[in-house]
């Protein structure tokens, strides 16, 4: 399925492509994806399984990430990764994001091969829902206060939740994709692109808000279930759960799921959410 391209457009593919030139592994961050004076989380935490990809030789698939978001990004980021240790099939490294004001993540990683093994087993079962062309292209309505870094994806909402509608069950399900051409059919590490894709729905517990008001991600923990993470036109199948939220915090589960309802990443997400 064809889209147009969007006007004023800065694709992800050419940030990712942009931190693999730069000879001192630093990029600016476009306004277009940002988050408040933030840079969108997502995008954060992408680059620096970018960063470590670039950096350090022979990687095997991403399997395990946590992210820590220490403070707002400015225009231009300075990307870096270290080798932790290098084991038969498993590769532990650490990746972070800094400018002139200090550290504004820091993450830790788990890359490993596929091993053989007797033990075969899946919970993560996808919802049943329709296709992402059943369900209608959501538009954030004016004054909503969507961040500006959403007009990136296309989202389309296949569950009964809507943000802003004091939902008494907080259970967020939509298909995603990037907005861009450019971004569904570009060459980037799948990885990458699911790290990024993941995050890109808001968090659940808007749909709990009855007027918008700000969210921000602290900390991020996330499992990927496959050594090959891959869809159909770029859609993913994202379920953002909501398990827990008091004093301004809340703790909620991520699934995703691809094209063909196969799980591809789970993860544990605290977010801030100032309502």
């Known amino acids: 399925m064809s889209k147009q391209e969007p006007d004023g457009q800065n694709p992800f593919s050419s940030i990712i492509a942009a931190l693999g030139k730069s000879p001192d592994h630093s990029v600016s961050v476009p306004d277009t994806w940002r988050q408040g ?3 969108f989380g997502g995008l954060a935490a992408a680059l620096c399984v970018q960063a470590a990809i670039d950096q350090i030789p022979d990687l ?9 978001f220490v403070g707002p990004a400015t225009k231009s980021v300075r990307m870096s990764a270290s080798l932790l240790r290098r084991g038969k099939s498993a590769v532990i490294a650490s990746a972070g994001m800094s400018d002139q004001t200090g550290e504004l993540v ?16 899946d919970d993560v079962k996808a919802p049943d829902v329709a296709s992402p062309e059943s369900h209608s292209r959501f ?7 969507a961040p500006v ?20 069950d907080p259970d ?3 298909w995603m994709r990037f907005a861009s051409d450019a971004d569904v059919h570009a060459a980037i590490a799948p990885a990458v692109t699911l790290v990024c894709m993941g995050d890109a729905p808001p968090s659940s517990g808007v749909l709990m808000f009855k007027t918008p008001a700000p969210i921000s991600t602290v900390a991020w923990a996330l499992d990927v279930l496959t050594d090959n993470p891959r869809t159909n036109d770029g859609f993913w199948l994202v379920r953002r759960r909501l398990d827990f939220a008091k004093d301004g915090y809340s703790t909620e ?5 691809n094209s063909e309802r196969e799980p591809m990443m789970v993860a544990r997400q605290n977010v801030a959410l100032f309502a």
């Open 149 to 168: 870094f959403f007009q990136n994806f296309e989202m389309r909402v296949a569950g009964k939740g809507m943000p802003f509608s004091g939902a008494k």
């Open 60 to 68: 095997p698939p991403l399997r395990s990430g946590q992210f820590l």
């Open 139 to 145: 538009t954030p309505p004016p004054g909503s206060g």
């Open 106 to 121: 820091r993450s830790h990683l788990c890359f490993g091969n596929a091993r053989p093994s007797a033990i075969s087993y």
């Open 172 to 174: 967020f399900l939509t």
């Open 253 to 257: 589960t991520i699934s995703v799921w």
């Open 37 to 39: 004076r933030a840079m």
